[in-house]
Every structure is written in structure tokens, then in C-alpha cells.
């Protein structure tokens, strides 16, 4: 089960971390990704990970969250954060957190637009954020 939360309101600028609390997962065999959708926009990916044994794990970002967003795991607390910084009104949207196979978090690096609920089948509820101008 999956469990995000940390979500609320915001000034541009701001800063928000947001938590994935995920239990019934016993190993490192998994990608996790963070996803949102705006108000009446479609579901987009907004970055991914994918745990290794020595901790160093394999991080995605789409574009227009690099150098602002950065997704880490804590091991001990099966919890996956989103820091986010520098938060635009563009941010704003229902966040979303979810898992599937490792190699789920290849998707994101294509260029193309793609249906997350196609490459990641394991969904939490999602925690909204909003970024006021």
C-alpha cells in the first residue's frame, strides 16, 4: 500500500516535501515514481526511482522539474520523498505516488507523452499541492 502526503498550500517559491509511505515492500525490487495531475489536465510523470542495494539508486526527472525537484528514499522507513523547491503556480495539482517493476522508470525518459497508468499499475491516494501566485 502506498500512502502520499505533505501536500498543501504554497507561495511561489516555496518549498514542500512530500511523502510516500510505502509498506509490503521487502526488497529493493521496484521502481517508485511521483506523478501529478492538474485540474482538468492529464496524469504526467514527474520523477522516479529505482532503489540499488548500496543505496546509490537510479534517479528520473522530466523536464520541467530538474534542478527543482529531487526524489530520495529513506530504507529504514520504506518512504519515498519529493522535496520540491522553487515552487511555480504551474506546480499546482493533486500529487500521486506509485510502484511497479524496476525497469517502470524507463518511460521516463521518453520524450513523447505516455498514460503513467499504463507503466506503473500500483497507486496510492494522492496529496494536493498548491502554489499560489
Known amino acids: 500500500q502506498l500512502q502520499a502526503s505533505g501536500g498543501g498550500l504554497v507561495q511561489a517559491g516555496g518549498s514542500l516535501r512530500l511523502s510516500c509511505a510505502a509498506s509490503?515492500?521487502?526488497?529493493?525490487?521496484?521502481?517508485i515514481g511521483w506523478f501529478r495531475q492538474a485540474p482538468g489536465k492529464e496524469r504526467e510523470g514527474v520523477s522516479c526511482?529505482?532503489?540499488?542495494?548500496?543505496?546509490?539508486?537510479?534517479?528520473f526527472y522530466v523536464e520541467s522539474v530538474k534542478g527543482r525537484f529531487t526524489i530520495s528514499r529513506d530504507k529504514s522507513k520504506n518512504t519515498v520523498y519529493l522535496q520540491m523547491e522553487n515552487l511555480r503556480p504551474e506546480d499546482t495539482a493533486v500529487y500521486y505516488c506509485?510502484?511497479?517493476?524496476?525497469?517502470?522508470?524507463?518511460?521516463?525518459?521518453?520524450?513523447?507523452?505516455?498514460?503513467?497508468?499504463?507503466?506503473?499499475?500500483?497507486w496510492g491516494q494522492g496529496t494536493l499541492v498548491t502554489v499560489s501566485s
Open positions: 506509485a510502484t511497479d517493476r524496476p525497469h517502470a522508470c524507463s518511460v521516463f525518459s521518453i520524450t513523447t507523452k505516455w498514460d503513467p497508468e499504463i507503466f506503473f499499475r500500483n
Open positions: 509490503g515492500l521487502t526488497s529493493d525490487d521496484y521502481a
Open positions: 526511482l529505482v532503489p540499488t542495494a548500496d543505496d546509490d539508486n537510479m534517479t
